[in-house]
């Protein structure tokens, strides 16, 4: 069966390459007519625009805006030459379209095609399965993550380099594999990169290879990540601690689309999509010169901030569940739920580790846990937040009694924690000055932010710069 296409393009190149991208899987008409002429479109159908000879993302908006009146109940895909064009996420959701970034490559289309046309057709949308087994579109409720979500989807078909920022722990890692498993490279590698576990002296080694005898112990000739990558993609984590000469090098990747190997004369092609990710704000770094400013317009072609979860707690009991899932698939565990005290507390807890604490702390708490469901006790006493009972609550409810040493010891961990919060934030994450405030040594306020696992970057500033 065939699936209706109507391809709006005014230039013949594009029309063969949209025509190629629908195959024998749709049935494509083709017309040339400009877009202000487009005629109405009752039926359920995609269409795709090619919108590159507009001048700026207000008139790719109005024309998006028109078109979706003609056509209720099709869904859009238009061309743009540049990501610079792209109007709102708002408005695009409300024109039921999506943008197909350059470059524009026939099977990016199709697989762009493909999964709209399984959306439209109520195939439980896009289910991609991670590794772990993760549906993401049924893993979270909050709505800034769903629009993550869908700038992820709209970015994957295409060869766009993409910028992840967000906090230590919300799943840049996760969502950079998601990239590649959604991409037309999803079967050629995936290379992750953790660029601040790598000492400043071999940085550029471990990047781009080097040549026998380009330094001590070279003994031999060899492939750096980019050259394994070679087709695939390669995601470098914490781009911003990466050196001078590394930020040179992979400028010149990204603009050449070609480098060379530490102690080589000769340029050696590569082909390879970029996904970088910083949890600290790359506009700060340049600022203090610590990035160049070339690397992060060229690295920023497609941001996607990713946020903390304390800013989408209606999600962390989903992630809870999915957690307990994994760990009885792999423990063999009849652990199924986690109980209502025990869930308010995961609900009310800050997480400064975010996605990776709770996932540590479930899993923690499913290796002591005795019962079919994860109970208050199983979590850490610092998750325990004491709470006057309600008039309507029964004081003789199981779930609400601890004995006093225990409600003790939650109280005081709840204290420290609230309070170092609190301090921590008042001071921007300054060290020194939070243990001045509070009376303390600095060696004294590590230890206890270790203790609560609080992270200093956590309460820095971000600045609000938006280049």
């Given amino acids: 069966m065939t699936h209706p296409l109507t391809i709006y393009s005014a230039h013949r190149d594009m029309r063969e390459i949209l025509l190629a991208a629908a195959g024998d899987e749709f049935a494509a008409t083709v017309k040339t007519m400009p877009p202000e002429s487009l005629p109405d479109h009752p039926g359920q159908e995609i269409i795709v625009m090619d919108l590159r000879d507009l001048a700026d993302a207000e008139a790719v908006q109005e024309t998006l805006e028109r078109f979706s009146g003609r056509a209720p109940a099709c869904r859009i895909l238009f061309l743009i030459k540049d990501p610079a064009m792209l109007p709102e996420t ?22 762009a095609l493909s999964r709209v046309w399984l959306e439209m057709n ?56 998601l990239i590649h498993q959604l991409s037309s490279r999803c079967n050629r590698q995936f290379i992750s990169v953790h660029c601040g576990a790598l000492p400043e002296s071999l940085i550029e080694s471990e990047l781009f290879g080097h040549e026998k005898g380009a330094f001590t112990g070279a003994a031999r000739t060899r492939k750096g990540k980019f050259e394994l990558a070679d087709g695939g993609t390669i995601f470098l984590d914490e781009i911003g601690t990466i050196t001078p000469s590394a930020q040179i090098k992979l400028l010149h990747i990204l603009q050449e689309k070609a480098f060379e190997r530490v102690g080589g004369e000769k340029l050696i092609p590569c082909d390879v999509r970029i996904i970088a990710a910083t949890n ?22 497609f941001p996607i901030e990713v946020p903390p979860l304390r800013r989408r707690v209606e999600d962390i009991l989903p992630l809870a569940e999915q957690f307990i899932a994994n760990f009885r698939r792999d423990a063999g565990r009849n652990i199924t739920s986690v109980a209502p005290r025990a869930a308010r507390a995961l609900q009310e807890y800050s997480w400064p580790g975010n996605v990776r604490e709770l996932e540590n702390i479930v899993e923690r708490a499913c290796i002591l846990e005795e019962t079919d ?62 243990a001045d405030t509070a009376g303390i040594t600095t060696r004294q306020l590590h230890k206890l932010m270790t203790r609560h696992r609080l992270d200093k970057k956590s309460f820095r500033p971000r600045s609000k710069r938006n280049p």
């Fill in 280 to 301: 600290e704000d790359p506009a700060v770094l340049c600022e203090q010169g610590k990035f160049r400013w070339d690397l992060f317009y060229r690295l920023n072609v």
């Fill in 122 to 177: 109520g195939a439980a949308g896009l289910r991609c399965q991670t590794p772990q087994g993760m549906d993401f579109t049924s893993m979270t409720s909050s709505q800034t993550m769903r629009d993550v979500y869908r700038k992820v989807q709209m970015v994957a078909p295409t060869r766009t380099t993409v910028l992840l920022t967000g906090e230590t722990g919300t799943g840049k890692s996760y969502l950079a594999k």
């Fill in 373 to 434: 469901q994860i109970q208050a006790e199983s979590l850490p006493l610092e998750l325990l937040t004491l709470r006057p009972e309600t008039q309507t609550d029964s004081p003789t409810r199981s779930d609400t009694l601890m004995p006093l040493h225990a409600a003790r010891a939650a109280a005081i961990e709840e204290f420290e924690r609230r309070y170092l919060w609190a301090l921590l934030q008042s001071c921007n994450g300054s060290i020194k000055k939070s």
């Fill in 90 to 111: 708002g408005a695009l959701r409300q024109c039921h379209a999506e943008p197909l970034l350059p470059p524009h490559e026939a099977r990016a289309v199709h697989l």
